[in-house]
């Protein structure tokens, strides 16, 4: 079955819900059982398919919605949890121990830096971060105590791609798991057990959600390391709210389309950009400008909504100025809704393996549904009086 068509089924079964459509919503702590033996049972297997014991192991909702997103991405199965940072930190917990070495992505988002930085050093674990660019020469990087590879591609705020078929090869000759953080291009746009991944993180809060009314991270795992994964993520205490189960899933049933026409829309207002005598460079994988274009090519299937500009060196006062203008392009954090984005940002203090080169300032677009021919109108004023205020 084609992808269009598996994003309408997955995770659904109207038999389940008395013939409703969709899986309603299971409020549910307390799970009441008839015998004793069946709650021990389920107790005792409380990830079996199916099993509903208690409510923080999930309900028909979340199972759900587990389903479809395993599904949709080729993994074994998912495990969803309240936010997409939750779902990075248990993952990465669940590979690294006192006395291990994990390698970090160097572009991976700015939190899951923060939780290795004080979360991971300060349990013990030393931390390499990683040139994005380094494909298999992150063998020379191993050590014998390494536990996990983490990636991010293409990578937060710079949007480096990785050769990511490169390093899982790398890694499964040495027996080390990897994870990936695949927010940006989601189960849609690309494969990543199809390309040797162990373990995929997304913050469903983003496109799978779709809407910026939620928040939700689901972890996907292949058949082998599902169980350390499930265990530990029990052990943390993490659990997914049913209503932001609900509305992600009503979110995933329109992925497709709604992806389809950020790709369209992102890619016009980047190779628009790109013309600009204002912009030094856009940073945008399906843009040859972008480090790892030719990967991106290779290994994606598309292309989503956000991305990056260099300014040519200009005051930032002037570019507050720029973006307090925009109309159409709100001001604030987080991204994948239909709505348009822009914050100003500096990757310089986030980046220690290979440093942040760009004289100028940097601004970060997410292109949402608007038709874009008004999106351009808006950066044009914006870019107006970018110059304007010079
Ligand atoms: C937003 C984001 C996250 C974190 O998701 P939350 O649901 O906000 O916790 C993780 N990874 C990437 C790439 C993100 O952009």
């Not at 949709?72 to 248990?90: D, F, K, N, P, W």
């Not at 990785?162 to 080390?176: E, L, M, W």
């Not at 989601?186 to 990543?192: A, G, N, S, V």
Request: charge should be negative; glycine fraction near 8%.
């Amino acid at each position: 079955m084609r992808d269009e068509t598996l994003i309408t089924l997955a995770g659904r079964d109207p038999k389940r819900s008395h013939g409703a459509v969709n899986t309603p919503v299971y409020h549910a702590s307390t799970i009441a059982f008839e015998r004793v033996a069946e709650m021990v049972e389920a107790h005792d297997r409380p990830f079996e398919p199916g099993t509903i014991v208690y409510g923080r192991f999930g309900t028909p909702t979340t199972f759900a919605l587990e389903e479809a997103v395993a599904t949709l991405e080729g993994g074994h199965r998912a495990i969803a949890v309240s936010s997409g940072l939750a779902a990075i930190t248990a993952a990465l917990g669940a590979f690294a121990k006192a006395g291990g070495h994990v390698l970090v992505a160097d572009s991976s988002y700015g939190p899951t830096r923060s939780f290795c930085e004080r979360g991971l050093t300060a349990g013990g674990v030393e931390v390499t971060y990683y040139d994005p660019s380094i494909g298999s020469a992150i063998e020379a990087l191993l050590r014998p105590n390494t536990t996990a590879i983490y990636l991010e591609s293409p990578g937060s705020l710079t949007f480096e791609v990785q050769d990511v078929p490169a390093i899982t090869a790398v890694a499964r000759r040495h027996g080390i798991p990897t994870v990936i953080d695949n927010t940006w291009a989601t189960p849609y746009f690309f494969k990543p057990f199809a390309h040797g991944i162990d373990v995929s993180v997304h913050a469903a809060t983003k496109y799978i959600g779709g809407h910026s009314d939620l928040m939700l991270g689901i972890i996907v795992v292949n058949e082998e390391n599902f169980d350390r994964v499930r265990r530990h993520v029990a052990l943390l205490g993490h659990s997914a709210a049913p209503d932001d189960c609900f509305l992600a899933l009503r979110g995933l049933r329109t992925l497709a389309v709604r992806l389809r026409r950020h790709q369209e829309s992102a890619l016009a207002v980047a190779r628009w950009l790109a013309e600009r005598p204002e912009v030094e460079r856009v940073l945008h994988p399906a843009l040859p400008s972008c480090p790892g274009h030719e990967l991106w090519r290779r290994d994606f299937l598309g292309s989503s909504g956000l991305f990056s500009l260099v300014l040519r060196p200009v005051a930032l006062e002037r570019v507050h100025a720029m973006l307090e203008s925009l109309e159409l392009f709100a001001l604030g954090y987080s991204w994948g809704g239909f709505e348009s984005l822009a914050i100003p940002t500096d990757p310089a203090p986030l980046r220690t393996a290979a440093s942040w080169r760009a004289q100028g300032p940097v601004v970060r677009l997410h292109i949402g549904l608007e038709d874009p021919a008004d999106l351009l109108a808006d950066l044009e004023q914006g870019l107006a009086r970018l110059a304007a205020t010079s």
